[in-house]
Antibody, heavy 118, light 110 residues
């Protein structure tokens, strides 16, 4: 059974960098899948942030592209999200997930709340 | 890229059917057969219910079905059950983005 678990600081200061890690078990990030990040602002809908392929190729949401970096750590079987120059608008629950290959996210982490505040 | 448009709410009594629409454009829903639907209970992660417009992942009841016509996709829940009460989101591949999400629909079982 594939399982994903997000980890990282729950509080980030404005203008700082949000950094999260997603640990994967039951599957290898080195195999053929896309590994993604999605966020959900409090009481709002879902927003796709970006994804990384097992080869290291990345694709980002154009609205966030200038601030986002997603990377793989194959030795630890995990992948990471860095979002720079954060503001209160970046406060959200951040989910990591795996794409099935048909533009559908078939496995999700439980989500982690990140609050941007001084 | 704008979010796909869903009705804010939908409801039905147990045993009835409810259909949720997801309206996009010729650059997303209308262009690709990569429409997915997710169920999200409060405080939980989304769960994939439908992929590729009408394909159910293993373990999803056949009460859930999907379809598409032009720029609008739909999710139908037949034989509504209490546990179906949740938020539902559609998503589609788009020209500018692998994923554009819908605005979400809260389904209430009366």
């Amino acid at each position: 059974q594939v399982q994903l678990q997000e980890s990282g600081p729950g509080l980030v200061k404005p203008s700082g960098t949000l950094s999260l890690t997603c640990a994967v078990s039951g599957a290898s990030v080195s195999n053929a899948h896309w590994w993604c990040w999605v966020r959900q602002s409090p009481g709002k809908g879902l927003e796709w942030i970006g994804e990384v392929y097992h080869s290291g190729t990345t694709t980002y949401n154009p609205s966030l592209k200038s601030r986002v970096t997603i990377s793989l750590d194959k030795s630890k079987n995990q992948f990471s999200l860095n979002l720079s120059s954060v503001t209160a608008a970046d406060t959200a629950v951040y989910y990591c997930g795996r794409s099935s290959g048909f533009y559908a996210i078939d496995y999700w982490g439980q989500g982690t709340l990140v609050t941007v505040s001084s | 890229q704008s979010a796909l448009t869903q009705p804010p709410s939908a409801s039905g009594s147990p045993g009835q059917s409810v259909t949720i629409s997801c309206t996009g454009t010729s650059s997303d829903v209308g262009a690709y057969n990569y429409v997915s639907w997710y169920q999200q209970h409060p405080g939980k992660a989304p769960k994939l219910m439908i992929l590729e417009v009408n394909r159910r992942p293993s373990g999803v009841p056949d009460r859930f079905s999907g379809s598409k016509s032009g720029n609008t996709a739909s999710l139908t829940i037949s034989g509504l059950q209490a546990e179906d009460e949740a938020d539902y989101y559609c998503t589609s591949r788009a020209d500018s983005n692998p994923y554009v999400f819908g605005t979400g629909t809260k389904v209430t079982v009366l």
